[in-house]
């Protein structure tokens, strides 16, 4: 069970939208680029809920790639 929890959540890593065409996704403590427009990332979010009981995987979406840019202002 535990190697089972580790794989999913290793894949909840990866599956993670870490870049787009316009840059590197955030978190909510980091600073933003001004000149892009940022949305939230609803596939992160999603990943981080299922993931909620591992603990681990939601606090490394919410702190690194929540937020993530979708065009230029």
Known sequence: MKKLL???A???LA???SRTEFGQCVG???DKDPSLIYKL???NM???LVF???IV???IVVAEKLYCPTGKK
Request: hydrophobic share 60%.
């Open 6 to 8: 580790v794989i999913l």
């Open 57 to 59: 995987p939601p606090v």
């Open 41 to 43: 990332s609803i596939w």
């Open 46 to 48: 999603v990943l981080g």
């Open 15 to 17: 599956g993670c939208t």
């Open 52 to 54: 909620a009981e591992l």
């Open 28 to 30: 909510i403590a980091e």
């Open 10 to 12: 290793l894949a909840l």
